[in-house]
């Protein structure tokens, strides 16, 4: 308990960027997901060889591959760039595990999307171009918000992963939580409670969205707000 | 510009076809773990006892909500505390086993549910026992059903089996980073991480039409 | 009012429409029946510009809806159809499924499309529903809000295509006065049905279609008593009137 306590300063650092990185990159990825799923939906066959080729290569290898791959290729690059002068922001292994994880679960976001797209029956979409709609509002009235609605539970466990995949960027040596907690037991060689505590904390994180998916579930176009 | 020189890989041969089975060993074995475990756990969370659903139920939920870094982390740091030591290897294999069996039977609840509850009770109606109905009446049906859905499961694992280079498993993706690291050769390495990857998760997903499509040559297809 | 010239219609190598000809009078109620996979729905799809013709013309109100440079979103606006499964938007309120388009697409103001759907609802009996889900619905009244989705962007021309193939014999009944509500208010129509007795009472012409063929068309009298083809008087008997 001791050691937790005395430790306290780093742990919270620790949980601090790995909810940034979580939340920043669960942000961009549902942007370039999306961005990615219509492409692939869409009938325009260059955009969506594009988006197929990257989300299929994605999906098939590891995201610690993923990782390092962008770090050792990326950090030259970002090294010269070095816009940002905040000790955390400004970090190489942050920005990197922010552009590995968001351009990794985008691929999944991406097919998420397509599906819910996917699902929503043509003879939906036809009545809404009988009734006149054109495709921006077949879209935004019709097939988005019916997707959005039964895409939600897979979207919510896609983020519960992204944060869950945040650990894996301490192998560039990022300071996240688990990181974090690791330098400690390393220090104090009380790994039992350091590893419990740590444990918690992602539990109670994940199964919070978890248990706060279910509830949405329970009502199924609850969360879509309609007003035009 | 860079210039590609794939000679490097041919020197490091050795290194990577040791790697690739390492990554082939911990994949299969916590595969067939992961599976039987998840049968267990299907069957155990349809008895009609409070609480076995309950600790079940827990195991899951545990199993799904933690990282699984920091299982491995656990079994490899905590359990020799407790007097259970096992080599990194099998750390890796235990704690991929018991990460993905909670998805796997996740998957497989799914598949039982979608199978109507008149299946069972008419099995029961017969006279059959609960481990009867089980193994010859609901889950034979449930199986079909999710074969897609387990194949993702199964392909999960395998690049999950990536993390036992965190606990100094010399696995695949240990030897394409550590190669691509220390040679300066990123782009060579990483490419033939990826076709081996992609080859791997390839093989799977056939294996899995495969499956499904014999499976629906015998029997009536269930439909979901 | 329609013109179809020479239609054909293929998917992927079957044909599916072979030279259909047809002309559509103002005012006039046109039942079009067959055996179910001739080409019916289809045909109606291809008339709303939902499916592309092979081959072939279609004219509305002489605007030619198969050329590129038409806008077929404004022709639909002239256009109503209506589906044997109602299709209504399942996140949507009555209300809101009836409004969404004449909002959106007509730049009606709110007011003004809110006062429409009352109206219409107040047709079709359905006021008391103006802010249920449609899975609230029964089969029968969702339908009867469908039609009411349809003639909000006041339509010229209504589309049917089985609207009670999914119904059961009252609610029949009921989505049947609709239409026969609306053909007496004058409303130009094609109504894809299997109810005989609907068509002899309240149609003008009576169209029927095999394998993708247009195979005779007559007024109901003719087209029931006095049949000229062969496929005509099978069809007849086997459904028995
Ligand atoms: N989108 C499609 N792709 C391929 N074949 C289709 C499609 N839509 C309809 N068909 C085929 O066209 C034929 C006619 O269909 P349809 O017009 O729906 O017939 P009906 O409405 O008279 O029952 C059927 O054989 C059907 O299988
Ligand atoms: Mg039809």
Known sequence: MNDIIANSDLLFKGLRITLMLGILSGVTSLVLGTLLGLARYSNIT???????????????????????????????????????????FGSLEFQSAFIALSLFTSAYIAEIVRSGLKSVETTQIQAAKALGLNIFQRLKYVILPCAISRMMPALVSQFISLIKDTSLASIIGLIEFTRSGEIIYERTYNETQILALVALVYFVICYGMSQFSKKLEQRPFGIIKLGF | MYALDFSVLLDAKNLIWQGLLITLQVSLLSSIFAFLLAVLITYLRDLPNKWIVWITNAYIELARNIPLLIQLYIIYKVYPHFGLSFSPINCGILALSIYTAAYISEVLRSGMNSIASQQKQAALALGLNSLQTFWLITFPQAIRIVIPTLGSQFINLIKNSSLVSFIAVVDIFYVIYKGAADDFRIYEYFLLGTLIYMGLTGVVAIITNIIEKSLKVYGREAKV | MIKIINLSKYFGKTRILNNINLEVEQGEIITLIGTSGCGKSTLLKCIDGLEKPSSGKIYIDNIDITSKNTNLNQIRTRLGIVFQQFNLFPHMTVKQNITLAPIKVKEMSKNEAEFVAMELLEKVGLLDKINKYPDELSGGQAQRVAIARSLAMKPDIMLFDEPTSALDPQMTMEVLDTLKNLAQDGMTMIVVTHEMKFAKEVANRIILMSHGEIIEQNNPTEFFDNPQKQITKDFLESVNL
């Open chain 1, 46 to 88: 260059p955009l969506k060889i594009c988006a197929a080729t990257f989300i299929e290569i994605t999906r098939s290898i590891p995201l610690v591959l993923y990782i390092v791959f962008i770090y050792l290729t990326c950090s030259p690059i970002l090294g010269q760039i070095n816009i940002f002068h905040d000790e955390i």
